[in-house]
């Protein structure tokens, strides 16, 4: 088939290379424009574009897809679908009506549940033991579209959201090529969405990442484990007489009580609200991860100490 494919990050590659491996024709890729970063504040091209460039297809870099123009060369590409994974941008009804049969999301939950801009983090902020990936049609509306596919996984106790990430970003790029297939077969069904239960995933904002020590163990956990690596939840401790920022990639639940926000083990235990949580792996502020041991070893025993 002829497919356009339109996504930005990581989590969208696999999908186009899937898409390209089995022989699909790819007519142009949509990604977002190129954006400074770095010390020298250089452009640099999203993952799917470079992926793109690879491919040796023909990448458009559009700031907003409203406009007439825009809207024109989009219809020109004369496409039987278009794949939309992690794109970022809107698109408006020309847009999702120009393919023959239209625009296919990939998006990661289980939806009604955690429509929006961040799906894998809110799961597993939430606490919640099951997620998945879905192929979805594309509606005017946020992720309501009806579902075609889905492929449900478990979300482990421990489990970082980045590490959910990765399985998806798997997971989903089969479930989109299987997806096409079934198109065109002509056996692609779609469901309406639950009409409750829908949830919305905002997007991450730095300030939610600060811990909270007053809540309950597991509520700070999952803080931990949803926000890890990016942008990584975070806790301050005075050190040499200065507050030190700390971020947590990764922890467990501890034994034991104490005061909420206290050390309570040579572990780097630290009491909660209700229970304890064990820090495994952290980042002082200007270093690289390390363990909780290795950690300690420069700091010596911290028990009793607040952060």
């Not at 692609?188 to 009409?195: D, S, V």
């Not at 991450?204 to 309950?216: F, L, Q, T, V």
């Not at 005061?259 to 780097?268: F, K, M, Q, W």
Request: glycine share 12%.
């Amino acid at each position: 088939m002829r497919i356009i494919f339109m996504g930005t990050p990581d989590f969208a590659v696999p999908t186009l290379t899937e898409i390209v491996a089995n022989g699909h024709e790819v007519v142009a890729v949509y990604t977002r424009a190129p954006k400074p970063a770095g010390r020298g504040q250089e452009e640099r091209k999203s993952p799917v574009h470079l992926a793109a460039e690879n491919f040796g297809i023909p990448v458009f870099t559009p700031r907003s897809l409203k406009g007439a123009e825009e809207q024109g060369v989009f219809a020109l590409h004369d496409a039987d679908v278009a794949v939309v994974v992690a794109y970022g941008l809107l698109l408006p009804k020309p847009i999702l009506d120009a393919p023959r049969n239209g625009c296919l999301n990939l998006h990661g939950s289980l939806l009604p549940r955690w429509r929006g801009a961040a799906p894998i983090q809110r799961a597993v902020m939430a606490g919640d033991p099951r997620t998945g990936v879905m192929v979805m049609q594309m509606d005017e509306g946020l992720d309501t579209g009806p579902v075609g596919l889905v492929d449900e996984m478990p979300i482990g106790p421990d489990m970082t959201s980045g590490e959910l990430h990765d399985r998806m970003m798997l997971v989903g790029a089969d479930l989109m090529v299987r997806a096409l297939a079934a198109l065109e077969r002509g056996s692609l069904h779609f469901t309406p969405q639950a009409a409750e239960g829908a949830t919305y995933a905002s997007k991450i904002e730095k300030a939610e990442a600060r811990i909270d020590w007053s809540r309950p163990a597991r509520d700070v956990h999952n803080h931990i484990r949803g926000l890890s690596p990016f942008p990584g939840a975070w806790f301050e401790i005075e050190l040499n007489g200065k507050p030190v920022r700390v971020k947590v990639l990764r922890s467990t639940l501890g034994e034991g009580s104490g005061p909420a926000g206290t050390v309570i083990g040579d572990d780097l235990t630290i009491a909660c609200g209700q229970g304890a949580v064990r820090l495994i792996s952290i980042q002082r502020e200007g270093k690289g991860a390390m363990d909780a041991a290795a950690f300690l070893r420069g700091t010596g025993s911290l028990i009793g100490k607040a952060v």
